[in-house]
Nanobody, 124 residues
């Protein structure tokens, strides 16, 4: 079993930055492609970013390209989402996710594990 725990959410002003962390425990974290999703108020959950098992490939939602950066530290069993130039439309609950198979985590990947989510609120 894999457990994912997000942290780092909070309230920030437009243009500000936050760095989310997702700590993984359980089975070998280094074998899992990882991703970040978000669910804005009243909307469906959407893919935000993904990173391959090795960290060599990353994928992003078009609206966050150039502003968000996903990374991973296998030694710490942690994946990160650095968010810069935040906008009010980035307000959402952000979820960490993992796949148990495959090498990549793209916009169409289906997670096998989810974290509990962390709230990000961007004020205008």
């Amino acid at each position: 079993q894999v457990q994912l725990v997000e942290s780092g959410g909070g309230l920030v002003q437009t243009g500000g930055s936050l760095k989310l962390s997702c700590a993984a425990s359980g089975r070998s974290f280094g074998t899992f492609p990882m991703g970040w999703f978000r669910q804005p108020p009243g909307k469906e959950r959407e893919f935000v970013a993904g990173i391959s098992r090795t960290g060599g490939k990353t994928y992003y939602l078009d609206s966050v390209k150039g502003r968000f950066t996903v990374s991973r530290d296998v030694t710490k069993n942690t994946v990160y989402l650095r968010m810069n130039s935040l906008k009010p439309e980035d307000t959402a609950v952000y979820y960490c996710a993992a796949r148990s198979l495959g090498t990549e985590f793209t916009s169409i990947s289906k997670p096998d594990y989810w974290g509990q989510g962390t709230q990000v609120t961007v004020s205008s």
